[in-house]
């Protein structure tokens, strides 16, 4: 009789359990551990040890905390994020105030570090109400920018058809309009202020987003989790919401990091053109009034100026840190 | 004469793991060596240690390999490279992926050649139809201009074969061949690794998680869990009088075709677990899942004892069930 | 009346290749507590079958009657009543959770879903089914990637048996798993379907598998089926020569090897040959073959098949 007969080998395997010596079973009680309900599937008890709780999360936290880079880029943003907050502490009167002589160099008075511009103001209180505006209209546009560009990406990704092709159309539209043609036109029509930017900036930054998060919702709609989430009677919105989106967003929040300091970019750009919201000193206009005195004053375009660098490049290695963190080839640990 | 390959003691190492223990085998010119184990046997490591294109984090750190008198182990990069393509030739699961999309078929079978056998475009091209050809592909003068997407999965399988053979490699290492193919492919396949390994005289690794694969087109068969070889033998006694409780486990696991036997007849016989509780395991790698384990197998590696003739087995609590047709006497 | 009759099904796609004849004119029937067998190389469109009996995709033509009900023309809210009672359990273990979701929210949403009883009851009725499914307790707390393969599976079978189905289609349930593990998955779809009084339509490429597993075989090449019978009947006495030769394939350690059975590839479902489709592989084509589609014919009580010469194969 072949030995890979079923029965055989079953009854062979009754016959061992029942002659099996103490030891042996107390050997592989031991090993059993903590007995369950249920014993059917054995190869969970070994996964228990092999696998510690570390969730998506945790593990993304981890690999971005371990990188240098994003770190200074993490810090660099939290040091800019307090100075925008402590600003109105530290000065309390207007920046666009006249203070003092003009054209102090930095270091040549005490009580204004950073020297004072061709008007006698404050270089170093324009600066750090300037990152106040800057913040503003980074974060507020791409948060604007982010929403409506994802609620139309996985609207246009997830249905298909012909909402797709709208939509795909509309997004078209925007990218092949130069976006910052686009953006001066639409300030010049509104009138400049810090919300009327910020929605402009929204305006033009919309459309990568749409893009990203179609593609991402492209993709993931035909896996079979998601198969699995209509077979068992999900709604759209649950399933755009709860099981889709979470799996899409890792280049999103990639993305958005960068769209912040594109926006801040985008910000001082006008501001340095004049269109900006003349009440409020934003790093860009101090650019902006500075450069005609670019060779007798440089420092009155270089200060503000390394404020946009530095603050750009935090994000940008933000970005890059999220990106290894978050994509999953780079975070999988042997 | 020396075997074509011999490995000694191959013992492959990550940081925080040993994926590969203490692994021994040979073969000889113009043998089909079958390696078979399920995902996590470390089977797949063994053929990319053969080829030395290990991952990056991997290193050997212990043991051999012997090629045609040299140790693989010991030759540079450049040394190397000359073999690989050249006296030992590969090839990989998905046919899909193992192919550049971008080239024609005909182009990527000729630029082993030019780099091997430096031929020109010409007679490169002309030994791309040729091979086409060895490897029963319908209309080769055709074909040979067709990218990968225009051709089906067998079809790309053989153009994988082509370049594999395209410099007469003395040993060939198919890892997973056929997984992805349907079973009538699959045969067309094995068929054709088969006729030519007579035909070139090339030693072929068969790399496998399929019994039946090992049954019909291996000389010789290595079985292995969690990394260690548990079971060496022929593949008639493999299947005639498995004796490893591993190999035991596998063979009443799987239904078989002509066997009688229908779930209103009983359930099938399960191995309990996964193969993930070898992790970490002191003793006998399928301890945890097996239903002979004692005490003194938590203590040490079993070392691998010859039971019969061309036979090996990692167990020594095993005994031929045709030898002792009591089953109460294997408690000994 | 069948629990799930099929008829005449079509599943077309249009594809850049043309049209693509996935599914081509079906009929299947799956009585209370029976699984059947539907066995078929890759691209036959068995997996598109099953997609479309749950209507995941939207069927070009015929009918699917469940219970009676023609399920085909149902809008989305009443479908949603149906996908109650017809469940799926998917091939990838790794594809089929979402992987940002812990193993007790991807169970507790069908409940949600569908307005299962309040918190209490749900974290209840989870419990029950994850230890029925031989997992442990404290899985419900964790995220898919900490599991193996077969656990995975085992928690893909735990959501589906969830609202208490009636209709089980597998989609290659074990493919993707290895050997030892097969076993332990087809042994717990047998206890859930004894216990939950199940009927499966189990898709498979693996004869071996479907051979233990299955009460009714049907056989499927380029969209249609092409021979159906009873389980012992199919193995003892196959009359297709497409059945005949995906048997000899199969390798089969308990015999000597002998030549591939079959030539060729499957031709795509784009382009299905005139005739039967099987005459480009078929060894025993003739000219008639070329011409004429065989009618899928009852040669004995169950046993039905689409071919000329089926009365004279033996």
Known sequence: MSTTDVGNFRSLVAEREATAEPEAAAATAAANGPAWSNMKAPDARSQQSAAVAVTNGRRALKVFLSNPNALFGTGFLVFVILVALTAPILYPDDPLSMVGRPFLWPGQNSAYPLGTDSLGRDVLAGILHGSRISLFVGLMATALGLTFGVLVGSTAGYFGGWIDDLLVRLIEIFQTLPSFVLLVVLVAIAQPSATTVTLAIAVISWPTVARLTRAEFRAIREKDFVMAARSLGYGHARIIFREILPNALPPIIVTSSVMVATAILMESALSFMGLGDPNVVSWGSMIGTGRELVRTAWYLTALPGLAIVFTVLALNLIGDGLNDALNPRFSQDR | MAPLLQVDNLTIRFPRAEPVGNLSFEIEQGETLAIVGESGSGKSLTALALMQLLPRAAKIANGHITFGGRDLTKLDAREMRHLRGRE????????????????????????????????????????????????????????????????????????????????????????????????????????????????????????????????????????????????????????????????????????????????????????????????????????????????????????????????????????????????????? | MPLLSVSDLKTHYKSRDGLLRAVDGIDLVVERGETVGLVGESGCGKSTLGKTVLRLVDPTAGHIEFKGEDITVLDQRNLQRVRRSIQMIFQDPYASLNPRQTIGEILEAPLVVHKVGDRTERRQIIANIVAKVGLPAESINRYPHEFSGGQRQRIGIARALLLNPELIVCDEPVSALDLSIQAQILNLLLEMKKEFGLSYLFISHDLSVVRYFADRVMVMYLGRIVESADNATLWSDPRHPYTRALMEAVPDPSRPRQAAPLGGDLPSPSDIPSGCRFHTRCPLATDLCRADEPEFRAIAPGHQVACHFADRIN
Not at chain 2, 173 to 200: C, G, K
Not at chain 2, 234 to 261: E, I, V
Request: with cysteine.
């Open chain 2, 88 to 332: 030992i030739a590969m090839i990989f699961q998905e046919p899909m992926t193992s192919l550049n999309p971008v080239m024609t078929i005909g182009r990527q079978i000729g630029e082993v050649l030019k780099v091997h056998e430096k031929l020109s475009g010409k007679a490169a091209r002309e030994r791309a139809i040729e091979l086409l050809r060895l490897v029963r592909i319908p209309a080769p003068e055709k074909r040979v201009d067709d990218y990968p997407h225009q051709l089906s999965g067998g079809m790309r399988q053989r153009v994988m074969i082509a370049i594999a053979v395209a410099c007469k490699p003395k040993l060939l290492i198919a890892d997973e061949p056929t997984t992805a193919l349907d079973v009538t492919i699959q045969a067309q396949v094995l068929d054709l690794l088969d006729t030519l390994r007579r035909e070139l005289q090339m030693a072929v690794v068969l790399i496998t998680h399929d019994l039946g694969v090992v049954a019909q087109w291996a000389d010789k068969v290595v079985v292995m869990y969690a990394g260690r070889k548990v079971e060496q033998a022929l593949p008639g006694d493999l299947f005639n009088d498995p004796l490893h409780p591993y190999t035991r486990g596998l063979l009443a696991a799987s239904p078989r075709l002509k066997h009688d036997f229908h779930y209103r007849d009983g359930a099938l016989t399960e191995i309990p677990g996964s193969i993930v509780s070898a992790v970490g395991e002191a003793g006998c790698p399928f301890r945890p899942r097996c239903n002979q384990a004692r005490a003194s197998c938590s203590h040490h590696v079993p070392q691998l004892i010859v039971p019969a003739a061309d036979r090996l087995v990692a167990c020594p609590f095993t005994t031929s069930l045709k030898a002792v047709p009591h089953a109460a006497a294997l408690s000994l």
